[in-house]
């Protein structure tokens, strides 16, 4: 065993005169100042004189990782390994997707935009693997910066994995919007769930106008997407997911028009896939038929009391589909 | 005196049947039928003669008797070692009763009145002959006809013998090819009148060979006026089958569809058509086999009739059908006496003659072969189809122990 | 920039020529200094965004006829009527034509508050399409919107609840049309003009109506009046068929007519398959060897599965125009744009013509192509493909090449294959063939049953394949099939040959021995206009 060259109460000194907190220092100082003590004195940083303005430090995650890296080639074939080896063999055992209006894309060429609801945090993987060839290789998405960037291993575990840029929810931040322009620009597809958050009932979340920001900022098409089911797949509060059945319906592309602005071509996001919704719970003529007649339900559900919402959320055929008691 | 013969022999059973089932009239090698030299047959009691016989057809129950897929069922009514050969055309060499010495054509069926049974069964006082009750009995050895009894030899030789009642006197400008026709052709008329065809009615003949062509034939000049459906396997049945009446001649898997489009029917099976709601008034099997009986019975209409004129055996067929569709399975075998349309009663062997003679059956006999080549000769018969052939007979007028006394 | 098609003298240096032969290819060298190859011209450019053209078109209408949003009224009855199966050839990629067009018109129904509207797939006396054919033709999207409620439908040409008399034509024909479709406020037609046939009033007049209307176009008579079926103007098939135009619309039956055209992209510009429409002497090394190849496999596999992967091939292409509005001003426009793809300048005509026959046939997708449709594809379909006068003189030997199988579909063609035991083994003339069998078979309650309840073609379709026959087997001097099955070329009424050579030396009989060849190279598709 290699012989510590100084004695503790020698290290002690040696720390105490270090720049560090003094109330830690202080704590240090007692001859009994334990390992941990000192180590603990060592990580703190030091207290900073009256008058004096010290730098605010610029963080390296959250808002402000840099996710170049994961748009390199090695990144991105490691990204498809994990994706064709372990996301889509877990996606397709829990959730079992069922994919339409795929055909719906088959005229479009280049960049785009896919705007879907938010339900539960397998709507990533899910879309991840339902979004259709050449954009599933080439795509990017939106992931909340607070959440998914927040320390120096998740950043790099959402970056790599699910290829995300973080995005501030409650601001606009310049270096979201320029890396995502950047991209879309670059010939890459981006994946946003414009709610901002997962829904906390199921009923959507009004749609901000990120999505339609940058749609009309970068002249890309918005492809709006309706998620179905992955709520029962990994509903927001459970710690494991289980299987059900989920589905991706993929809309018609939709360019924003000269009179658009943000706030108006948002909502139409929004119309598009209520529509959607409409379409799978009806059928594509009837959900037609009420989008001209303008009463297409509410992604958001009826304002009333929760239970209300949660009432008519589940519908009847949901309220007889499962039973909370045992079977007599 | 040469003759192939039929001997008991359960080996010989054993191969013939085994080899059959490689190749039809596989039988004739290994199996119990033998050229031997023998002793002619003595004349078993009054009214009996020497014939020689001159041609004589082999037909297709004697072929499944070489190959030894004939039915048990024969067991007690035949004798054994016989000599084939009961399609005979012979020499009469001396005059018998009314008969002048000349050519005849031999009624084989032993019935009571050859087996000196006095008084005669009922059958054979009706004139039906081929019911006689007493096949197997009185003064003669069990046999149903003459060429499946050990005392009255057979056609397949030089010599035989025959009692007086049998005989049928040739007219002088009948070919023997012709004369030889008389015996099956007999066969045919009996089933053809049997089958009782309404006028417009539907027939259907399974099977083109001999039997089905002569029923063909038989069916135009006696039976009322009604539809025939033939069905052959072979171009040269195709044509014969045309030549002889049939309105129609169909390929053995197009025969459902044929039926189904002539009847107007409806059928069961989307397309693929797995049972017809109605069918043929009539169907006359001329095959006999397993699947020409199931056959018969899938395109007959409900109430119909089906006919069997060809030799069955032990057959396995679902007679559901049947019994739901009310339908009337019947057998005619040999001939005997027949009422004519008309009312008329005549014995199916003039009958016979008389088609013969207007329909050219002579024709139908494609090739003969001398006794010693009897194993190319069967086969040539179990064969006769695919080759083009109708019938094959022995051909012994030029046997040279013939001649000898 | 696409090659327009071109004819091409054959030469010493010519490589041998690909003959298509049902599910498999032959390679054959034509005889230097007397033949020629007729080439089909290189895909066109499809349209840049075809729902853009489809809407369009819609909004801006051809001919007298308002705007589609004009003529779509709340409470109005809406009949969209729209091809079958037949079309197109093969089967293209999803998204199909129909589900483009029917998609786009829902929409301005929709917004224009349409509640009561009917989809039916015209198909007239043809089988009836599976939910999987209608779920490609339709799309998944108004499938299941419309079917599960009884609101897309089949045509039924034998329902007599179902059809409504319209009236006669001057020359006295029956007009009789899909009893819904004609008590609609508006019919509107969504075709896929794949050839110059289709379309016009043939589109409503033939596909919605019904046998007792048919047989007044659909016979010998109008067929050897028809040189040739594909030149509208030269039709007999269809000026009749414009007659009982004259009839619907005189009636008040209303028809938007929405015609749309696609190019010759059959086998695609990359794979395995595009080889096919290349010209030989461009053939890659990848070309040649995948030519190699699947020659090879195709060879070594049973007839089943080469018929699977044949019939699972989806062709890519693809919408070049699309018109809409008044039916005639339409055709006219549609007729110019088909002729833009097809039409290839042929000088004269020749001794003999070749061709090789593909796999398909309009009445034989997703199922087999038996000798009576071997018959119609070469003497009905290509034969009649040209303009002006046939590639080959009267009474001159057309050599066809396909395997010809003894081999019918029991569920789609049950009267074809009683048509071929019974008819053709008596007679193999179109006019005793209408005279003494027609009838019966028309009229036979099984081939009825299964045509309405099953997927069969109706009992005198086979029929009127042969018909289709009758102007090629009155111009024809002899018919050769190469590497048929010998029976059933026989009883078609032709000459089998087992290699090009012999059909050569055969039709030297007739028409001697330096005559003049000129082969078709079709598919891709071509139509010969010869001067």
Not at chain 3, 164 to 169: C, E, H, K, Q, V
Not at chain 3, 236 to 256: I, P, Q, T, Y
Request: hydrophobic residues 40%; glycine residues 8%.
């Amino acid at each position: 065993m290699a012989r510590i060259p100084l004695n503790r109460s020698q290290t002690t000194a040696v720390v105490k005169r270090l720049p560090i907190n003094r109330m830690v220092a202080n704590t240090v100082g007692r001859s009994s100042a334990s390992v941990s003590r000192i180590a603990r004195a060592l990580l703190t940083e030091p207290t900073v004189p009256a008058g004096v303005h010290k730098e605010a430090k610029v963080s390296k995650v959250g808002a402000n990782y840099d996710t170049d890296w994961a748009r390199t080639y090695p990144a991105r074939f490691a990204r498809l390994i994990i994706r064709t080896t372990i996301m889509k063999p877990i996606v397709d055992a829990l959730a079992s997707p069922s994919l339409e209006g795929v055909d719906r894309l088959i005229d479009l060429d280049g960049p785009v935009i896919f705007a879907a609801n938010h339900r539960s945090h397998a709507d990533t993987p899910l879309m991840m693997t339902a979004v259709p060839e050449p954009w599933r290789d080439r795509l990017f998405i939106g992931a909340a910066a607070d959440y998914w960037f927040t320390n120096r291993v998740l950043s790099p575990f959402s970056a790599l994995v699910i290829g995300a840029i973080p995005v501030e929810r409650k601001k606009v931040s310049r270096t979201a919007i320029d890396t995502s322009l950047e991209l879309l620009a670059d010939g890459w597809s981006m994946l946003i769930f414009p709610e901002g958050a997962r829904s906390p009932d199921g009923w959507a979340r009004e749609f901000t106008s990120g999505a339609a920001f940058l749609s009309i900022k970068a002249g890309v098409p918005v492809v709006p997407v309706y998620l179905l089911g992955t709520d029962e797949v990994w509903s927001k509060g459970n710690r494991l997911p289980r299987r059900a059945q989920a589905t991706v319906v993929f809309g018609s592309p939709i360019m924003p028009t000269a009179d658009d602005d943000n706030r108006s071509f948002a909502l139409r996001i929004q119309n598009a896939v209520a529509l959607l919704a409409d379409e799978h719970s009806s059928d594509w003529w009837q959900a037609r038929r009420r989008a001209a007649e303008g009463v297409t339900p509410s992604l958001q559900g009826p304002p009333a009391d929760s239970w209300r919402r949660a009432w008519a959320r589940s519908g009847p055929e949901r309220r007889g589909g499962r039973r909370s008691w045992p079977a007599v | 005196m040469k003759a192939l013969r039929f001997e008991r022999s359960i080996g010989r059973f054993a191969a013939a049947n085994i080899a059959s089932r490689l190749a039809p009239g596989g039988g004739a090698k290994v199996g119990p039928l033998r050229l031997r030299d023998i002793d002619a047959p003595a004349l078993p009691g009054e009214g009996w003669v020497e014939v020689l016989p001159r041609l004589a057809g082999i037909c297709g129950s004697d072929l499944a008797t070489i190959d030894a897929r004939s039915s048990r069922y024969f067991e007690p009514i035949v004798s054994f070692p016989f000599v084939p050969g009961h399609e005979v055309v012979a020499d009469l060499p001396a005059p018998i009763g009314h008969l002048a010495a000349g050519r005849v054509v031999i009624e084989p069926v032993l019935g009571c009145v050859t087996r000196g049974i006095d008084p005669v069964c009922d059958a054979c006082a009706r004139g039906d002959l081929g019911n006689c009750e007493r096949i197997a009995f009185g003064s003669i050895e069990p046999g149903l006809q003459s060429g499946f009894c050990c005392d009255t030899g057979g056609g397949w030789s030089t010599r035989m013998v025959a009692h007086s009642s049998q005989l049928h006197a040739v007219p002088e400008d009948w070919t023997d090819e012709a004369a030889v026709m008389v015996e099956p052709t007999a066969c045919a008329v009996h089933g053809v009148l049997a089958a009782d065809v309404a006028e417009g009615d539907l027939v259907v003949v399974l099977g083109s060979g001999a039997l089905g062509l002569l029923t063909i034939a038989a069916l135009r000049r006696f039976g009322r006026p009604c539809t025939i459906m033939a069905v052959a396997k072979h171009p040269t049945q195709h044509q014969l089958a045309l030549a002889l009446g049939a309105d129609s001649v169909v390929l053995p898997h197009e025969l459902t569809r044929a039926v189904r489009r002539a009847t107007n029917s409806l059928a069961l099976g989307d397309g693929d058509i797995i049972r017809l709601t109605g069918g043929a008034d009539h169907v006359i099997d001329c095959v006999g086999s397993e699947a020409s009986l199931t056959e018969a019975l899938s395109v007959v209409r409900p109430r119909g009739r089906v006919t069997m004129v060809g030799m069955p055996g032990q057959v396995h067929v679902d007679l559901t059908g049947l019994w739901q569709r009310e339908i009337t399975l019947a057998g005619a075998y040999a001939y005997g006496t027949e009422t004519l349309p008309s009312g008329e009663r005549r014995r199916t062997f003039d009958l016979a003659f008389e088609l013969v003679a207007a329909a050219e059956l002579g024709r139908l006999v494609t090739a003969t072969y001398p006794l010693s080549q009897y194993e190319a000769a069967i086969t040539h018969a179990a064969t006769a189809g695919a080759r083009g052939a109708v019938r094959i007979a022995f051909d012994l007028r030029n046997e040279k122990e013939r001649d000898r006394a | 920039m696409p090659r327009p098609g071109f004819v091409l003298d054959v030469d010493r240096s010519t490589p041998p020529i690909l003959f298509h032969h049902g599910e498999g290819f032959r390679l054959e060298r034509l005889p230097a200094g007397r033949s020629r190859v007729i080439y089909p011209a290189e895909p066109i450019e499809p349209l840049k965004n075809p729902d853009a053209a489809i809407r369009h078109a819609l909004v801006n209408p051809i001919g007298d006829s308002e705007p589609l949003t004009a003529l779509l009224k709340p409470g109005m009855k809406l009949t969209i009527a729209f091809d079958d199966i037949s079309l197109p050839l093969p089967p293209m990629k999803r998204p199909d034509i129909r589900q483009r067009v029917i998609e786009a018109v829902l929409e301005l129904a929709a917004a224009a508050g349409v509640d009561d509207v009917m989809l039916i797939a015209a198909l007239a006396l043809h089988r009836r399409m599976t939910e999987a054919e209608l779920r490609h033709a339709v799309g998944d999207r108004v499938y299941d919107a419309f079917a599960p409620h009884g609101l897309l439908l089949n045509h039924d040409a034998e329902d007599p609840d179902n059809l409504l008399f319209i009236g006669t034509t001057e020359k006295g024909e029956e007009v009789e049309i899909n009893k819904r479709a004609a008590e609609s406020d508006l019919i509107i037609y969504v075709n896929i003009n794949l050839v110059s046939m289709d379309g016009g009033w043939k589109s409503t007049a033939t596909g919605l109506a019904s046998y007792r209307s048919l047989r007044h176009h659909h016979n010998v008579r109008t067929m050897q009046h028809s040189r040739s079926f594909m030149d509208r103007h030269a039709s007999e098939l269809h000026s009749a068929n414009w007659r009982m135009g004259k009839v619907l619309k005189d009636s008040g039956v209303k028809v938007f007519q929405i015609e749309t055209t696609m190019n010759n992209n059959v086998f695609g510009t990359e794979g395995p398959m595009s080889v096919l429409q290349k010209r030989e002497w461009e053939w890659s090394l990848t070309d040649r060897i995948s030519m190699a190849g699947m020659k090879t496999a195709l060879d070594l596999m049973p007839q089943r599965t080469r018929r699977q992967i044949f019939q699972n091939w989806q062709a890519p292409h693809a919408m070049t125009s699309v018109q809409a509005g008044e039916v005639e001003a339409v055709h006219e426009l549609t007729t110019a744009n088909v002729y833009k793809q097809h039409l290839v300048p042929v000088e004269g005509q020749t001794d003999i013509m070749t061709m090789g026959l593909p796999y398909i046939s309009p009445y034989n997708v997703n199922s087999i192509l038996n000798p009576i449709l071997v018959a119609c594809l070469g003497l009905g379909y290509f034969f009649n493909l040209y303009r002006g006068k046939p590639p080959v003189r009267e009474g001159g030997v057309l050599i066809m090449s396909h395997p010809t199988p003894w081999e019918f579909h029991p569920v789609h063609h049950p009267s074809y294959i009683d048509f071929f035991e019974q008819v053709l083994s008596e007679t193999t003339d179109p006019i005793r063939i209408e005279a003494e069998f027609e009838k019966s078979f028309a009229e036979d309650e099984w081939y009825r049953h299964l045509y309405r309840t099953s997927h069969a073609y109706h009992g005198v379709h086979p029929f009127y394949m042969w018909y289709w026959c009758s102007h090629a087997l009155q111009h024809l001097g002899q018919v050769i099939i190469v590497g048929g099955d010998v029976r059933a070329v026989r009883r078609l009424g032709f000459k089998p040959a087992s290699t090009l050579q012999d059909a050569l030396e055969m039709a030297s009989d007739v028409v001697g021995r330096d005559a003049t060849i000129t082969h078709i190279h079709n598919p891709p598709i071509l139509m010969a206009d010869v001067h």
